[in-house]
């Protein structure tokens, strides 16, 4: 039996039912035609925002609804309980919009985040390049100043949203001798000249989210497009990415727990030498591990969300809980898949797409390697 959550009230729990029925009506239908494609359908984005699903922390005044990170914790676990990767909505609301209210001026404010909040603008950030991985001091895309423009040069990859954006963060030199120091934030319009959208790239999971690779050929926009003050971009990237990792360890657990419900159901009906799959003692233990594990990493993240209110949470504590709940749910995925037996490698069955999907976990965000070292560098 599964310890009580204690952290959402009732307002929380009237959120769960309208994102839940969401996910399941308007997500979930769709998801082999959009993988298939490789992207989904902008429209589910327009309904999103109709309901209040997109950009909820952010304040009324800039088209949001003013709730607290719970809501944003709500909407994640909500997506990865169906299993329907595709839309991008948890990096488009609690990630490229808390970085334009936090440090965009008002126009910028004004203008970005009631279009993302409605669905109208997609949202993107633009770090990872070719050859970059983890390393965001490496960056070599530049933008340069040219009078009152900025004249950015380079290419990103991997990005998450990349093809569907309308506006990009781009991390990006603007001093590449200062290093680090160096490093400042752009926006970028989707229809700035010289800015190209690259292929969709085709992955092992994740299928329905459109990924892409993007390029910047002498794109010029106004310095006024400077997130924050220049030179200030790694400090900002390292500002939020506690929340930000945490929201992979959000997604991960919940996606874990949705992965053992999936194997339960097929162990109770599936049958093997005339008796249910479930029967066999190893079965149970497998369940019993996967479902111990799972709360130890349930009351984990639950209290990290508590700390995130408090504004208390610190970027070790979230490397070890991205690091951790990312392995956990490889390793819940990859018994769920076995349990499974050969129906686990069919792509029909929600707990092979979970397993394809989770993968990328372990890298993105920073490798969990990186974490260990983050977490090390504390403990010596």
């Not at 934030?185 to 800015?195: A, I, K, P, S």
């Not at 109770?268 to 591990?289: C, H, P, S, V, Y």
Request: net charge negative; with cysteine; charged share 25%.
């Amino acid at each position: 039996m599964a310890l009580k959550r204690e952290i959402f009230s009732e307002e929380h729990e009237i959120f769960i039912e309208q994102a839940r029925r969401f996910m399941e009506e308007e997500l979930l239908p769709h998801t082999e035609r959009w993988e298939e494609q490789g992207y989904v359908d902008r429209d589910v984005w327009l309904k999103a925002g109709e309901l209040g699903l997109l950009c909820p922390t952010m304040p009324e005044e800039y088209g949001g609804s003013g709730v607290d990170r719970l809501f944003s914790m709500i909407l994640i676990e909500e997506q990865a309980r169906v299993g329907c990767s595709g839309p991008g909505f948890s990096l488009h609301s609690d990630i490229v919009a808390p970085y334009i209210l936090h440090y965009g001026t008002e126009e910028q404010k004004k203008r970005w985040l009631p279009e993302m909040a409605a669905g109208r603008a997609i949202g993107a950030i633009a770090m990872t390049e070719p050859g970059g991985g983890s390393d965001l001091q490496a960056v070599k895309t530049t933008a340069i100043r040219d009078g009152d423009e900025l004249v950015i040069n380079g290419a990103k990859t991997f990005i998450t949203n990349g093809w569907h954006a309308d506006i990009v963060i781009v991390v990006c030199k603007t001093d590449p001798s200062q290093g680090a120091k160096g490093i400042s934030l752009v926006l970028v319009e989707g229809d700035r000249e010289g800015f190209r959208k690259g292929k969709r790239l085709k992955k092992m999971g994740m299928k329905a989210q459109d990924t892409a690779e993007l390029f910047f050929d002498d794109v010029r926009v106004p310095v006024a497009n400077m997130l924050g003050a220049e030179g200030q971009g790694f400090v900002y990237l390292m500002q939020e990415l506690a929340w930000e990792r945490l929201q992979i360890a959000i997604s991960a657990i919940a996606n874990a727990e949705a992965a053992l419900r999936w194997t339960q159901d097929y162990v109770k009906e599936r049958k093997a030498f005339g008796q249910r799959i479930a029967d066999f003692q190893n079965t149970r233990f497998k369940l019993a591990e996967m479902a111990t594990e799972i709360q130890i990493g349930r009351v984990f993240v639950d209290r990290c969300m508590q700390d995130v209110l408090k504004n208390e949470l610190d970027p070790t504590t979230a490397a070890m809980a991205k690091y951790w709940c990312s392995d956990l749910q490889c390793k819940v995925l990859d018994e769920g898949v076995q349990l499974h037996g050969g129906y686990g490698y069919m792509w029909e069955y929600p707990i092979t797409r979970a397993f394809a999907d989770a993968r990328v976990q372990r890298i993105y965000g920073g490798t969990n390697e990186i974490m260990k070292e983050l977490i090390g560098r504390s403990l010596v």
